[in-house]
């Protein structure tokens, strides 16, 4: 080295290789969640039409997400044409906009043209992904790892086995050839805990900068934050040491076309999103679709567009914009280069009060998951501020009565803005100040004892006594008010008591396996009588137990409701979480059947495509259990637990319902469904049953988390209400014989 650097000549040389091998170790770095960063589209071409990207960036868009297919650049084996999304990735990037490739789908010269299932097809594809990988070298692609897997896009079915292997081998093969490359996955559809795990206990995690997922629901964007924890939790699990993956919101929107969606509702929902995501630092958020795929009004598929069908070549814009479009537009204009920092709550769990801020600036987002209009009361300094609605519409100015400012808020956001820096607002927005004892809101990042620093990388929704279960680690908790405690992990749930045979059932789940000590208090009345039990009761957790059940007998049985309060503690800790005096009754005692008069009082109805063909009976069970035999064609069809009328009436207006169930490992679906006094019915989407064992389902039934039609169709439960049925929803794939068993339901009232 002496002798090199004598030399200017050879001195440069050196210095020159040093910044080959630095660049080269360094990744290209995932987008940054300052706005617009990681904001954008699905699309469905690779030559745009005249005006289409220049419409597309106008919106703010920075990234695009768009299928790399295998059968179309590999027509002659190990002959690649990469030509078409050449041409893409150059259009792009004249308008600063980044591609997000997604290597999928099969190639008719390998494995029967269905998705790589031999040696010599997953080797195919693996080639294909480096060369592709490498030919597009240095320009700051994302590379994901097929779209869907987990349902019908892996032909002839999924099979995360398949899946696995495919993957594992493109991630080997990409970080040989081109290691410097961004590599994600798995893209599923619906955030699928199961083939997640799978993916995760392989190994792929190693191979992965990112884990993608596809969060779709009908229900409102703010009720995919549960997930994302459990999510956060299961990739910190797994994931090597030393190593921060984050979360993508790969794909992901509304249909207008939905029940009860429409343009406006859709484009209320795009902004929501995109804020969800960015409060829980998902650094992408890929909005499905840029434009619509066709015109039937009926077709759901057609209406997830921002923009209309119909292209106008000779005319600016060449798309009629949707109010998603003008949503998106007005989100990027008005906080662009602002950051996501916290959420300021303001004593109503459902409304949603984002502050945003870029340096001494400060801005923030208003909106409510309620129906009816709210009026709230946010803290700030004295002052001014603009009001835009998320169309770009502004709104009469907004003073402050000395330091708050009343705003009424409804389901459409609203952004606000101080005429002059807001001190209180800037000091609240970076946690000068700000310390244990103020509550986020339904996400956080932690803060530490010793340090008051937020990590990036800890985020975990809040715990409160509105929740149907707890959660609890080893570790002290973070205070934010008397109501919320909240814990920097996910490993034990703890589920609302239940009745069972004469026994009060407490069942958790450990889903980190980790031994647990503690104690549990509980303080029963009106209706309900333990026998002789110590009061604490010790509880004991073994390390590997992950579905822990205490099972406390009864004086006399439950005729009808029963109240209840309790407490967990756990030993040599801080930590102690309770539940106030909750009213719980029986739907009904399924023990008190024998197999005629059960058939008299319930019956399992089969619904849905009335060609398709089932098999459905029921008969009583054990430990006072209802047991559902069945089995369904390929198609749709779904079957009904549903009981006689005297038993369908509920009185007064419960919060949810407590159902659990002995799972048959089918990947159907549980739902509920029930209806008020309007007409109106509501369907509450459950679980997969997707292991076989104990599911612990809670149902909500203050109309937040469930879809409606008939009736009135105003979405609002009108009280009193009837249970309908529980449902169990085929998966569409001709299933065996299956059997289930339903413990009787339970109404949880505060």
Known sequence: MEKLIQTPKAFFLVIAMLFSIIAQAQKPALPSGIIPDGLGYNIHFTDAKPGELEMLSASGATIIRMDFGWNSTERQKGVYDFSAYQRLTDSLVKYKIRP?????????????????????????????AAAAAVFFK????????????????????????????????????????????????PATSEIDFDFLEKCFKAGLLEYWDAVSVHPYRQQPPETVVDEYARLRWMIDRYAPEKKHIPILSAEWGYSSAWGKYNDELQGKMLPRQWMVNLAFEIPVSIWYDWHDDGT?????????????????????????PKPAYIAAKTFNEIFRGFSYKRRLYVGNDDVYILVFSNGQNVRLAAWTTMKEPQTI?????????????????????????????????????????????????????????????????????????SDSNLPVNRLMPTTSTSHSSIRVNDSDPVEFNTKTIIYPAYPLIMNM?????????????????????????????????????SNPLPVSIKEGDLTPTLRLPLKKPVKNSYSLSFSLEQNNHHMKYEIPVKKFSLLDDFSKYNAKTLNESWKILPDGD?????????????????????????????????????????EGQPQSLLVNISADGSGNIIRLRFRDSSGQTFQVNGDKMSNKGMMYLTFDLTGKKS??????????????????????????KTSAPFSILVNPPVLVYD
């Open 707 to 732: 879809s409606s039609w008939g009736g009135r169709q105003d979405g609002v439960i009108h009280y009193p209400i009837t249970f309908d049925s529980l449902i169990i929803d085929s998966d569409r």
């Open 497 to 533: 008591p239940v009745i069972e045979n004469n026994e009060l059932v407490i069942r958790f789940l450990n889903t980190g396996g980790e031994s647990f000590e503690g104690k549990l208090s509980l303080n029963p009345a009106d209706g309900l009588e333990l026998a002789k039990l």
């Open 610 to 650: 009335s060609k398709v063909g089932s098999e459905q009976s029921i008969a009583p069970g054990e430990n006072g259990a209802i047991q559902v035999n069945y089995r369904f064609d390929e198609g749709w069809k779904f079957l009904r637990l549903a009981p006689q009328p005297t038993l369908a009436t509920i």
């Open 138 to 185: 240095d320009q700051g692609i994302i590379w994901e790892m097929y779209n869907e897997p987990n349902i019908h896009f892996w032909r002839p079915k999924p099979n995360p086995d398949d899946y696995i292997l495919l993957a594992i081998e493109v991630g080997k093969a990409l970080r040989e050839a081109a290691p410097e490359e961004l590599y994600i996955g």
């Open 100 to 128: 997000l490739y997604i290597l999928d789908y099969s190639n008719r010269n390998y494995d029967e043209g269905l998705s790589p299932y031999t040696p010599e097809g997953r080797s195919a594809f693996a080639r294909w």
């Open 377 to 449: 009361t946010i803290p700030c300094s004295p002052g001014t501020f603009k009001a835009i609605t998320y169309l770009g519409e502004a709104l009469t100015d907004l003073s402050t009565d000395l330091n708050s400012l009343r705003v009424t808020v409804t389901d459409a956001p609203i952004y606000l803005i101080p005429e002059r820096p807001d001190k209180y607002l800037n000091d609240f927005a970076n946690s000068r100040g700000f310390t244990k004892n103020e509550k986020l809101g339904i996400w956080v990042k932690f803060i530490s004892e």
């Open 296 to 320: 039937d009004p009926k077709e759901p598929e057609h209406h997830f567009g921002t923009t209309n069908y119909e292209y106008f070549k000779d005319r600016k814009p060449v798309y009629n």
